[in-house]
Every structure is written in structure tokens, then in C-alpha cells.
């Protein structure tokens, strides 16, 4: 069982809000990242962190903003939500390649996000 | 052409049926794949990897990679209703410098009929 973890697991909000979804991970992992998924549609990378203090735009262009202050903890931001943010958040974390082996992502559970 | 192409289906079989799930990719670079199984509501977790053209076994399951033809597939032996989920595959490619990627496919939603 992997320990990464997700808030809320579902939120709907109106638009023009600002929501924060909260990742946390107890497994010391340096990488973390922000996928959405959509239904029928790929994984798409929007943010990913290497370590403290870094943070980096994934492959998905994305209005949302993450911070990285502490290693266990990876929140996404977004300042004005809008009904085209409606859809999956999926946090995950990896060890380094020594670790693993693999570069393995470990997935939280997600959050279902409606803007309406 | 996206790197990694993977029929969504869905595709619904009866219990008990060999399942084959399939995917191309398109970059040749030093890489190896993996089979990410991710259940309702829930996100995905690592079933199988592979590093080599062949097959590689694990239960049930079989992941088989030729890299001439591109060609990466998934077999399950003996489905059971409990494997009903959407399965992805991936490609790690490493760029160096610690620096990893991971490419996913759209994802296969497997229903098994008991």
C-alpha cells in the first residue's frame, strides 16, 4: 500500500474560487508530481518537483501553481477556478533510480475536481 | 504521432478469457515499459515492467515487448472479475542527469463478465 495521500477526494466549487488539493507522501521520496486525467484521454504531466524548493511545468500546460517547502508535501493551487478545470487530479511520488530500480510512481488516490 | 498509443476500448470479455492489451510507441530511445493497473476511483499502481524485447511472466500476467515492430502488450491468462480495470502502459525513458520521464497511454478499460 502506498503512502501518498489526497484532499479532498472530491470538491465541487463554483467559479472564480480559489482551491488548494493537498498531497502529502510518508515515504521520503525527493520526486513528486501532478498528473490530470481525463476520461479516455492520456495522463497528462502539469507540474512536477525534483526536491525542496524546485518546481517545474510539465508536459501539459496547466493554470495551476505548486509549491514544494517540505519534501512530504506537494499542494496545487488554483487561483480562479473555472469550469474547464473540471477533472482528475492524480499526485504521485518516486524514489530515486538507486531506490527503485524502476523510477516506479507511487499514485495517490486523486481528487475529482467540478467547477461549475 | 503521440509516443505511446494505446486503444481506450473499453473491451469486455467473459471470466475466464485470455485478455491481450496493446500498445506502439514511437521513440526509440533507451527506455523500458511498464503496466499500470488503476481501478475505479482509485489511482494507478504499477503491475508489471520490462526492460527487454521478450516476455517476462508474473502470476497471470505476461508482458511482452518486441522493439523491432514497437509493439508492447499485456496478457492475462484465466481473467477473473476482480482484474475488471483500466489498464496503461507506459514508457520511462531516462535523460540523464537523474532525470526521468514517464509517457502514458490513453489507458484499456477491461471488463471481465463473470
Redesign the interface.
Same mark, same amino acid.
Given at each position: 500500500e502506498a503512502d501518498i495521500y489526497q484532499t479532498p477526494r472530491y470538491l465541487v466549487i463554483g467559479t472564480g474560487k480559489k482551491i488548494t488539493l493537498e498531497c502529502s507522501q510518508t515515504m521520503g521520496h525527493d520526486k513528486m508530481y501532478w498528473y490530470q486525467q481525463d476520461p479516455g484521454m492520456e495522463l497528462h504531466l502539469i507540474h512536477y518537483s525534483y526536491g525542496v524548493n524546485s518546481t517545474e511545468k510539465g508536459d501539459l500546460s496547466s493554470e495551476s501553481t505548486v509549491s514544494r517547502i517540505r519534501t512530504e508535501h506537494f499542494p496545487l493551487t488554483l487561483e480562479s477556478a473555472r469550469p474547464s478545470h473540471t477533472s482528475q487530479y492524480l499526485c504521485a511520488s518516486s524514489g530515486s533510480l538507486r531506490e527503485s530500480n524502476t523510477g516506479e510512481l507511487f499514485f495517490g488516490e486523486g481528487s475529482r475536481l467540478t467547477v461549475l | 504521432q $503521440?509516443e505511446?498509443e494505446q486503444d +481506450?476500448g473499453p473491451l469486455s470479455v467473459p471470466e475466464g478469457a485470455i485478455v491481450s492489451l496493446n500498445c506502439t510507441y514511437s521513440n526509440s530511445a533507451f527506455q523500458?515499459f511498464?503496466w499500470y493497473r488503476q481501478y475505479s476511483? $482509485?489511482? +494507478?499502481? @504499477?503491475l508489471m515492467?520490462t526492460y527487454s524485447s521478450g516476455n517476462k511472466e508474473d502470476g497471470r500476467f505476461t508482458a511482452q515487448v518486441d522493439k523491432s515492430s514497437k509493439y508492447i502488450s499485456l496478457f492475462i491468462r484465466d481473467s477473473q472479475p476482480s482484474d475488471s480495470a483500466t489498464y @496503461?502502459c507506459a514508457r =520511462?525513458s531516462?535523460s540523464g542527469a /537523474?532525470?526521468?520521464q514517464?509517457t =502514458? /497511454? $490513453?489507458?484499456t478499460k477491461l471488463s471481465v463478465i463473470p
Open positions: - | $503521440k505511446v +481506450p523500458y511498464m476511483r $482509485k489511482g +494507478p499502481e @504499477l515492467y @496503461l =520511462f531516462y /537523474g532525470s526521468y514517464l =502514458f /497511454g $490513453k489507458g
